[in-house]
């Protein structure tokens, strides 16, 4: 008979609600790989070709495309985060077609590896815990979602 897996521990779901606040969306150096779909996505956002936004938003790495950063007093921001806009918010210029790794936040596989994983990104991210409940089935659905 084939060992069933145990329940996560977020079974009962969590809270998550944006805020806006920005802090998922700078920090250390890192990356934030997006597909060509999400590519021409975003390129048709900002007006621009594929080719001439991975030109001035992307850089080549290892691991495929990723959008570039710009050191702030806040850390290394998205190149898209903006923070002049609305005072006090800091809102992504590509909401609408932000890469699948931005949207899966913060439902990334390390981040519901544990309680304590989760009550670590909370340090960061004053969404978790507040807002709305989402349920475990969605939160499953997120979670698989996260580019890999």
Partial sequence: MPERAAPEWYAGGLRFECTGCGECCTGPPGYVHFS???????????????????????????????????KTPHGYDCVFLDRITEPGKALCKVYE??????????WWPEVLASEKSWKLTARQCE??????????????????????
């Fill in 97 to 106: 077609d932000r890469p699948t790794q931005c949207r899966t936040f913060p």
């Fill in 127 to 148: 969404g978790i815990g507040r807002g709305g409940f989402v349920p475990i089935e969605r939160i499953r659905i997120e979670r698989d979602r996260t580019p890999k």
């Fill in 36 to 70: 060509d779909e999400e590519a021409q996505a975003m390129a048709a956002r900002v007006g621009l070709t594929p080719e001439q936004f991975r030109k001035a938003y992307a850089r080549k790495t290892s691991m495929g495309w990723s959008l570039r950063e710009r």
